[in-house]
């Protein structure tokens, strides 16, 4: 597609139910990154693949969070037994990683989670 | 570690003012500098930033970057109601993420 794709766009769950988040990324960009934007918060970096390197995981807040990206394009987002603190927005972008320069991002829709 | 601050944090104007908001930034290795837009759910591009002193413009939008004090600001001049939204920065660190401040949340009342 022209744009980053996200979906669902919106997930309502129960509190310990599992929820997958998947991002479809621009076409021929490698570099993907998830994020995570609390009600009235900045964007807090969660995961980041560059082509057929080991992911950053660094961001990611616990181990019930996880994330894989198949075939180097679309990349799916799990969490497992959620909390109602992982509510918020989830927004996926990807870039064309170039040398010099990182070039700029380009955000999906976001994937709305609420835990009840 | 690194850091980004936005200030101010919130911003409410009437049409037709101009607006500076700010960018603070305390990274290990710093590549560039990235305003982004949003009004709902996506960000949206707005100008990357690699040298000091060189003002980026779009329309009523412009921005500049100072390495030396490590700051950028983004200009609104004649605001209209279309400009509310949140303005993000980002710095990009060379450590395969973007390191975002907290946003700016602008509000311009017609």
């Known amino acids: 597609g022209a744009g980053v794709s996200q979906s669902p766009s919106n997930k309502v769950t129960e509190k310990g139910k599992d929820v997958e988040l998947r991002c479809d990324p621009i076409?021929?960009?490698?570099?993907l990154y998830w994020y995570r934007q609390s009600l009235g918060q900045g964007l807090e970096f969660l995961i980041y693949?560059?082509?057929?390197?080991?992911?950053?995981k660094s961001g990611l807040p616990s181990d019930r969070f996880s994330a894989e990206r198949t075939g180097g394009s679309v990349s799916t987002l799990t969490i497992q037994r959620t909390q109602q603190e992982d509510s918020a927005v989830y927004l996926c972008a990807s870039s064309l990683a170039r040398l010099g320069g990182a070039g700029e991002l380009f955000f999906g829709e976001g994937s709305r989670l609420t835990v009840l | 570690e690194d850091k980004v601050v936005q200030s101010p944090l919130s911003l409410v104007v009437h049409e037709g003012d101009t607006v500076t908001l700010n960018c603070s930034y305390e990274v290990t290795n710093f590549r560039s500098l990235l305003w982004y837009k949003q009004e709902k759910k996506a960000p949206t591009f707005l100008f990357m930033l690699?040298?000091?002193?060189i003002e980026k413009k779009s329309g009523r939008l412009s921005s500049i970057l100072d390495k030396k004090e490590l700051f950028s600001i983004l200009n609104i001049t004649a605001t209209q109601t279309g400009d509310s939204a949140v303005y993000l920065c980002a710095v990009d660190n060379y450590g395969q993420n973007f390191v975002f401040g907290p946003g700016t949340r602008l509000s311009v009342l017609p």
């Open positions: 690699t040298s000091s002193g």
């Open positions: 693949f560059q082509g057929n390197s080991a992911p950053d």
């Open positions: 076409s021929g960009h490698t570099a």
